[in-house]
């Protein structure tokens, strides 16, 4: 127990040692990134094999071939669509695709790597050069603009995955290949970063990009995505931290070993930051896994079984020619007119969550777009930005949420002109927000309820009339009357009427209104009411 409390203790100070690290100019941070990102192909990149999407779910060692386990004799068969994934990847990135390149083999014994070396590009990778702009507006940093150079991109396997587990004291390596042979792109970007912001807004970018593009999964948690981080400070050797597998580690790693290394250079010893090394993170804290001296040598060699890849250039001209429109590109016309989204909105549009989430945004953001469209027909000009903003990407996308029916679902019921026709009800005062909610979050229960089986369109007038969801527009002035006043007689006091007419408490304004809202069911405006509190209560403010 005293052990567990000073364990907990020590990881707690090591926490808010982390939380508290300030970057400071005179020790001048510079970061790397190394990323490797896992390509949803059909099959691996040497073999037939499927590259499952699942791979929490899979059985051990079920989907390998002979080639993945290395069975002698057999032998590496390219994947094309691997290097269509990196073509599309490096042109939306800039870089310039070899026409040209190769594979070659880095050896090194593993029991995860059952041929003994793995094949990646060292000599001539696929692409090289490019860049990924981060701007204040777009991403958040505190620069204006910032560029991050890229060094290259290369296509490699990936290996399989060892897991340790202690049987009887001993401890037992097991070994599963499904992962061997997965295609991976390795990103390498110059040490361009100088802060926390931009290695977040990096990380970010490139995760959307890789989904928005359809090439990867992107997701950190199940290591579709792995990220290295590099460090230096002042011109010391860079130190490489590995094992991160989130965002948090990432920027609680960085945070770790800048202060690490302030430290160090602070009290002049700087021996240990003299020759580069290899880190891991331990959740709260990095510990050093190698130094320069013992750096393995790979014995890079070009690999006799695979020919070079040679690209035709109208292959690349071609795929120029097709590649969709990019997510910077996409926000910035979301967030001009007609449409004026936020930033916050936009990104909704435009970003992708993990696949948990009840929609993908590329779907959304059409369904938007039309919608949007078919309402600006219905009320012959562009519609008030705000209306369908409010109620696709707020209202609607949150009870999709809240009752677990996905967009491509609740579309077959209210494809865009039938929502379209809803926001036009709103738009016109025919129904009031409040009934607009009720219904909307009725049709889409309804739906629900049926298991998502009855497609039949909803029928807005008729719902409307059946649970009396007419807006009162032209208000009976002695019926609002005579509801203001049975509000004043059953919920205030001389003293509330004191303090709201002279204006001392004019809150109390919002609590009649509200009282209002509730007893008409929101059928009546809180304009309405709050017109009629002020003449009958003669409040002059
Ligand atoms: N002075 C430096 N400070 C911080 N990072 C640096 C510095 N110099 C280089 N880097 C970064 O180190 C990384 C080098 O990655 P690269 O893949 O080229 O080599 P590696 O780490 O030796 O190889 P491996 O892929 O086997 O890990 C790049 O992300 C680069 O930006
Ligand atoms: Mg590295
Ligand atoms: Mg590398």
Redesign the pocket.
Known sequence: MLRFARCYSLARSKATQIQSTVFRPEYAL?????IHTQLNTKNKLFSQSTNSATPLLDVPNHHTSFYDVALPGTQPVLNLEAILFAMKLSLSLNSQVNMVSQFDRKHYFYGDQPQGYQITQHYRPFARGGKVNLSRELDGIDELSKDISI?QLQIEQDTGKSHYTDADKDVVTLVDLNRSNIPLI?L????DFSDIKQVKAFIKKYQNLVRHLHISSGDLETGAMRV?V???INGFA?V?LKNLPNTSSIINAIKYEYQRQVELISRGETDSLLEPETRGWTGSSTVKLRSKETTIDYRYMPDPELPYINLAPDVISGMAASMLELPDDIMRMLMQKPFQLSLKDAKILTYNGNQNDMYNHEALRSYYLETFHEFSKLIGKHSSAKLPTNWIIHEFLGDLNKLQVPLGKAQEILPPAVFAEFLRLLYTDTISPTSGKLLLFYILENFKQSGCQDSSIPDLPKLIKEFELHAITDVDSQELMTLCNDIIAQHTDDAFIRNLVSGKKKTSLKFLVGQGMRQSQGRIKASEFEKKFKEILNIQW
Not at 30 to 34: F, M, N, P, S
Not at 188 to 191: A, G, H, L, R, Y
């Open positions: 510079k970061c790397g990134l190394e060094v390795e390498v970007t110059n040490p290295d590099n460090l230096s860079r490489e």
